[in-house]
């Protein structure tokens, strides 16, 4: 792999010096090339307007969601997916239309649905009974007839680890087709004159690599609506592209998974004589994910003979969980000298009490010391958004990066913001009853 360097031979990203953003904002630091995002939403559009189908793109804003993010979707003419109070609170703070949010998820709360109605969201993507209920209440009180789509639990399996695979019927998402569940909701609201029932979605999982889920997803959910008698506005395939981490990832390009979808429901109108439906997706990990790196420094090394060498950074499974949960795989690249030979194989350690505290299982890299700069590529989906304060160690700093500029977009936590929550316990152990 041959990397972007200066003329220090430092890593570049977006044409900054990897080195220099690591000694500006130190490390661990989460850093995002802002171009390339770009890059992957226009991308997205094209394939539609190509084709000259109506569309929506929804970032899945799980993957990664910062006022900043919100930000750079709403400049290029992106939707946005949120699932929680949390993600949507962060969205209007940025300043993001909500009439182009959407929200997902399995047990939304009364605050959270009022918050989303009162808020003005665009879509609501109803995913139970319980919700429609209370929807239907919340739409009565705030006088609105709110848009929504029913989520599907398609009974689709993809082919990708257990835990982010959606699709299956043994799932906790969505009313179930295959039991009757989906339609009895369809019956429900459509009958409910505080809804405007647009359509259907359904998601089969993340880090999907073949083209026959979606196209199967589709098919399905159109052959679904027709089998109600009903010709629906918008169908949502939901997201799950997968993108490549390792060399042993090979993932599509964007066209080819978006294509498929766009042929097969292009296919059913015309076999069902509809008008074509809006077609909607939800792209999470694909849009941010490679556009993403986390520089750490090197610090401790342990060397077990005929074993192996680890090589501990200063940060680990609090910035990046994915590896303890998924075993998944990250390649990592020394940005102080990136293109010199690989020397050693060596496992990339956290600094966290944890033997499964990894980011990197197993590579050859350059023979590093303390103080190097490592950068873990294509950490820019899932890791900043579900990092955690084990250990109590702060959560690192992101920063963006475009056009050889580069610009903080959240701030280092400190020890105060960790403790800042925290009350002096002052109940005595001898008090009488
Ligand atoms: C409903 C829904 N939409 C979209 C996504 C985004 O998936 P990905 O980040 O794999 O594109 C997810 C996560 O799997 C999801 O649950
Ligand atoms: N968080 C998961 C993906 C879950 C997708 C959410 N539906 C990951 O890191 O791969």
Redesign the pocket.
Known sequence: MNYPTNEQNHLTIDHVDAVDLASTYGTPLYVYDVTKIRQTMRAFKAIFEKENVPYIVSY?S?AFATKAIYQVAQQEGIHADVVSGGELYTAIQAGFNPKHLSFNGNNKSWDELMMAVQQGIGTVIVDNFLELQLLSEIAEKCQVVQDILLRISPGISAHT?E??S?GQQDSKFGFDLLTGQAKAAYDIASQDSHFHLRGLHA?IG??IFDVTGFEKNAALLADTAQSWGWQPDIINVGGGFGIRYTDDDEPLPESDYVSAIIRTLKGKAAEYDWKMPEIWIEP??SVVGPAGQTLYTVGARKDIPDMRHYIAVDGGMGDNI?PA??E?NYEAVLANQPNIPAQEVVRVAGKYCESGDVLVWQQKLPKTQAGDILSVLATG??GY??ASNYNRNPRPAVVFVENGQHQLVVARETYEHIAALDRDYTLSANMTH
């Open positions: 899945a799980k680890h835990f982010i959606t998601h993340s880090q999470g990990r994915r949960l998924y998944a989906a899932y958004a579900m």
